[in-house]
């Protein structure tokens, strides 16, 4: 099945008040042309469940997101995030804050269609403390060991970014970190996959080697060719993170007008537009 | 800088290396400057066993200088995120982390400060803090030795101190430890009977009651209290040749 299409036509299916997987991890091989383009659709009330990074910051500053589940938010190189850090601050955004291993299980369970999976992960730690509704399970065996049981991240649609994939929707991530793209996909009622090119599924193999293909076709209802799609954040081999872009990005937080010339230059645009900006 | 003029930031750098003394064939993940530093010293020279990454995803054969990208023939394996979290739940890990706030039980907070619901800063965020202490060993690295660091009560606790791990029964407690923390002023463990922070050694040239006055709560002092251990020549030339630039030296607040 051809499952070729526009960003505009996977994010048509997001609406208000809906709960989204974002793959990637802190500022690295972001789905950030799905980002934008849920900018430009003005979807509000979000929640968003991610290894968090400047999709939650974006997010943030544009007012759309009411809740984040997360267990960092990071630009990496710029190591706090200014418009999280600014939403928080002004108690303008609902969180879950979890320990970065019980959120990867939330993912592996919600994959699963379990409803926890047991970790030690959490006991001890405050983590509990401000999510009252964690709850712990003992072990039904001789041990009876105390864990934390962590719900599962169950999303309505998950949006990830590879740097290969074919038509139908298999997936290659070329870089040395395959995150948890795939759980994100497994984990969500529907998930849209971009990716730097489309190419025949005889070039996506014979182009990376066979644990490169993270991704199957049962996975995705939707693949998008969006060259740059995962910029300003890295996308290796294809580009790194463009830091200067990053640090305007930064910038604006403290600053409105700056934010909303960025705004107004780099999100109210096309994706076209956006990528025209950025290679000038 | 000459080789022979040993810094502050040397010792502490020396102080971090050696809370990875006898680890062995374990992963050493070392969050910032010094505590990259220190564990590069340690697998460079007393503990070549010791598995670390480039900070982001391969595994290294030795250490490289800062700023040295590695070629294929300084890589020995591969280690992603998911793997770094099955390894660290396998608990084959020490980890060295920052500490926003730490406090006599060794509490950690690295996520905000403030009320959490609406923090006065939102800073990290617990990261894998609580699996990291509660799964492996951890050590912690206050570059900056002051009594808003070193608190009587962290704002949030990320990292799990032994009173709290007490509280979860020897099952739940049973990988818990924390084997040191480094600051610019001193080492510190927690090998009293309650588990409360003590004073091991004191840098050269800081007095106890610069420590005494700098720490929020009330430290348990040693019989002898003993000076941490100057680098040796043949270690400061291999911090030197790790750290060309300097960068630990501008981290430590003397």
Redesign the interface.
Same mark, same amino acid.
Request: proline share 6%.
């Given at each position: 099945m051809d499952k070729r299409m526009t960003v505009d036509e996977a994010v048509a299916e997001v609406s208000d008040g809906m709960t989204i997987g974002i793959g990637g991890?802190g500022s690295r091989r972001k789905p950030m042309a799905f980002v934008r383009a849920l900018v430009r659709k003005g979807v509000r009330d979000l929640t968003v469940v991610s290894y968090?990074g400047p999709d939650i910051g974006i997010l943030c500053a544009t007012g759309q997101l009411k809740k984040a589940v997360?267990? %960092?938010?990071?630009l990496d190189s710029i190591?706090?995030e200014p418009h #999280? +850090?600014k939403a +928080?601050? &002004?108690?303008a955004l609902e969180a879950i804050?979890? *320990?970065?291993?019980?959120f990867?299980l939330g993912l592996r369970a919600a994959a699963q269609r379990l409803p926890f999976l047991p970790? +030690? /992960?959490?006991?001890?730690? *405050?983590?509990l403390?401000?999510n009252p509704h964690l709850k712990t399970v003992k072990s039904p065996y001789d *041990?009876?060991?105390?864990l934390v049981a962590v719900p599962a991240l169950n999303v309505d649609v998950a949006f990830i970014h590879m740097n290969r994939a074919d038509a139908s929707g298999n997936g290659q991530a070329l870089g040395? *970190?395959?995150? #948890?793209d795939n759980l994100f996909c497994m984990a969500a009622k529907k998930a849209y996959m971009s990716c730097e090119k489309i190419v025949s599924t005889d070039a996506l193999v014979s182009g990376g080697p066979l644990q490169s293909l993270l991704i199957n076709r049962m996975m995705v209802s939707g693949v998008v060719e969006a060259p740059g799609g995962a910029h300003f954040t890295e996308c290796p081999p294809d580009y790194p993170r463009d830091e200067k872009l990053q640090r305007e990005y930064a910038a604006t937080a403290k600053d409105e007008e700056a934010w909303n010339a960025f705004r107004a230059k780099y999100l109210d645009v096309t994706e076209a537009d956006y990528q025209h900006a950025v290679s000038k | 800088m000459n080789s022979d003029d040993v810094t502050r930031a040397d010792v502490c750098v020396l102080a971090i290396a050696e809370c990875f003394r006898n680890d062995g064939e374990i992963m050493v993940s070392a969050m910032g400057t010094s505590p990259s530093l220190g564990a590069r010293l340690a697998k460079s020279t007393f503990e070549p066993d010791l598995l670390m990454t480039d900070g %982001? &995803?391969?595994l290294l054969r030795k250490a490289l200088p800062f700023g040295v990208e590695p070629s294929d023939r300084d890589v020995e394996g591969?280690m992603? #995120?998911?793997a770094v #979290?099955d390894t660290?739940?396998w608990g084959r890990r020490h980890v060295m982390m920052g500490a926003s706030q730490i406090d006599q039980f060794g509490n950690q907070n690295i996520?905000?400060i403030g009320r959490?619901?609406?923090?006065?800063?939102?800073?990290?965020?617990?990261?894998? /803090?609580?699996?990291n202490?509660? &799964?492996h060993v951890t050590s912690y690295w206050v570059p900056n030795h002051n009594a808003r660091a070193l608190v009587a009560k962290v704002d949030?606790?990320?990292?799990?101190g032994y009173d709290? /791990?007490a509280?979860?029964?020897p099952?739940?407690?049973r %990988?818990?430890e924390i084997r040191r923390v480094v600051s610019n002023l001193g080492v510190f463990d927690f090998n009293t009977p309650d588990h409360s922070m003590r004073l091991v050694s004191l840098h050269p040239g800081v007095e106890l009651q610069q420590v005494i006055d700098n720490t929020g709560f009330e430290l348990v002092l040693p019989d002898r209290l003993d000076t941490t251990p100057v680098p040796t020549p043949e270690q400061i030339s291999v911090l030197r040749e790790l750290d060309p630039q300097g960068y630990a030296q501008k981290e430590v607040v003397v």
């Open positions: 991890w968090g997360y267990g %960092f938010v990071s190591p706090l #999280f +850090r +928080r601050q &002004n108690g804050e979890l *320990d970065e291993g019980m990867l970790t +030690r /992960a959490g006991l001890g730690s *405050d983590v403390k401000i *041990d009876g060991e105390e040395r *970190d395959p995150y #948890f | %982001f &995803n391969l591969w992603p #995120f998911g #979290f660290l739940w996520a905000c959490w619901e609406k923090p006065k800063a939102q800073l990290l965020g617990v990261r894998g /803090a609580p699996g202490t509660i &799964n949030m606790v990320s990292g799990v709290r /791990a509280g979860l029964g099952k739940g407690s %990988f818990h």
